[in-house]
């Protein structure tokens, strides 16, 4: 992301769009009632009757519209912004939606930015070079490939496939692994040679088999592999990954795999004296400056009270990080009250805590 113009006065700023994770952070930073504008297509109702029909039909403008709904569409990887028309060559007053891309500048005006929309602001600049990685998590029948890229987490393949056992015999056995081998040497061969690093995981010998193979078909990328041990395959392999921390250097630069080991460190926090949870918990913390790096659930973004707190933290000049509802670390912090904070020192709340933040 970049911010290519700024009106401190009018608050208003222009970015500039460069990745799928700032189409995330864009979607987090509009509200009801915020100002966004981006090129567009409409109805040119003012084109002459002589005009050819594709110009008549629709014209590439720049519209403004009064926020009203956002919708993040992360398959397909683009916003959607839906309200009236505020600015524009014509129908003003009519509702429009907008699309927003990769590649795209948006123009955003809040009445006032928040410690939270500055927080996103800044992952974003700071981000903009974010690194692809690309992580399988694999065992014999079960495996799972995703592509890691800041806030973006895009499914390569989910392989489930039933193999001969000892009782189908050992041929069909030796054939049925020799095929599931090659099926995930062709998934993954191709985003092995794009990707700044493939970490393979898994808890059997296939992850050493898997990389060995990759390394005979694409012998000039043997850096970029990474292997290492986990204790299940697939979609809890990959959480188990992320949350223990085996693969932070690996991973660096991922923003997803970052929110993972920050929650797994607070909820380890827990069990001494340098975390706090909750609203009350975490207000109380930062009172006092003790905290050092807020973690705050992405849908605790409006809550009049959270942004308080999160104000107060940036001026203490503690670390704000904003954590995805979706996946298994933004389900973790939603649970111990939707926000937490990693503190600088030992610290207790002046209140019992509740068993049920545990």
Same mark, same amino acid.
Request: without cysteine; aromatic residues 2%.
């Given at each position: 992301m970049r911010i290519v113009h700024q009106d401190?006065?009018?608050?208003?700023?222009?970015l500039l769009l460069q990745t799928p994770s700032d189409l995330w952070r864009l979607?987090?930073?509009i509200r009801k009632g915020d100002r966004v504008g981006a090129s567009t297509t409409r109805r040119d109702p003012e084109a002459p009757e002589e005009a050819p029909g594709a110009q008549r039909e629709r014209r590439r403008v720049f519209l403004v519209v009064l926020v009203e709904q956002v919708e993040f569409h992360g398959f397909t990887q683009h916003v959607r912004v839906l309200g009236p028309i505020v600015e524009g060559p014509f129908d003003i007053g009519r509702h429009h939606t907008l699309d927003v891309d990769?590649?795209?500048?948006?123009s955003v005006q809040k009445s006032g930015w928040t410690a939270g929309d500055r927080a996103l602001l800044d992952e974003g600049v700071s981000g903009a070079g974010e690194p692809k990685l690309v992580v399988a998590t694999v065992d014999w029948g079960e495996s799972t490939i995703? #592509? @890691?890229?800041g806030r973006s987490v895009e499914t390569v393949a989910d392989v489930r496939r039933t193999l001969a056992g000892k009782r189908e015999g050992a041929g069909q056995a030796e054939k049925d692994r020799k095929t599931y081998l090659e099926e995930l040497v062709r998934l993954i061969r191709p985003e092995?040679?794009?990707?700044?690093?493939?970490?393979?995981?898994?808890p059997g010998f296939l992850k050493e088999q898997l990389s060995a193979a990759l390394l005979v078909a694409e012998p000039a990328h043997k850096n970029k592999l990474k292997v290492f041990a986990t204790a299940e395959a697939g979609r809890v392999g990959l959480d188990e990954l992320l949350?223990?921390?085996k693969a932070a250097e690996a991973l660096r630069g991922s923003a997803a795999?970052?929110?993972?080991?920050?929650?797994? #460190? @607070?909820?380890?926090?827990?069990?001494?004296?340098?975390?706090?949870?909750?609203?009350?918990?975490?207000?109380e913390a930062v009172g006092g400056g003790a905290a050092d790096t807020l973690l705050v659930s992405e849908s605790k973004l409006s809550d009049a009270t959270t942004l308080a707190t999160l104000e107060a933290a940036r001026g203490a000049r503690a670390r704000v990080f904003v954590v995805r509802d979706d996946g298994d670390a933004g389900k973790r912090l939603h649970g111990l009250g939707g926000i937490g904070a990693l503190l600088?020192?030992?610290w207790s709340p002046s209140t019992v805590r509740s068993s049920a933040k545990r």
């Open positions: 401190p006065q009018s608050g208003l700023r222009k979607a987090r930073l990769v590649g795209d500048v948006a995703v #592509r @890691l890229r092995l040679v794009d990707a700044t690093t493939v970490v393979v995981a898994g949350r223990s921390g795999a970052e929110e993972a080991d920050l929650v797994e #460190r @607070l909820v380890t926090a827990l069990g001494g004296a340098r975390a706090a949870v909750g609203p009350v918990e975490v207000d600088r020192y030992d």
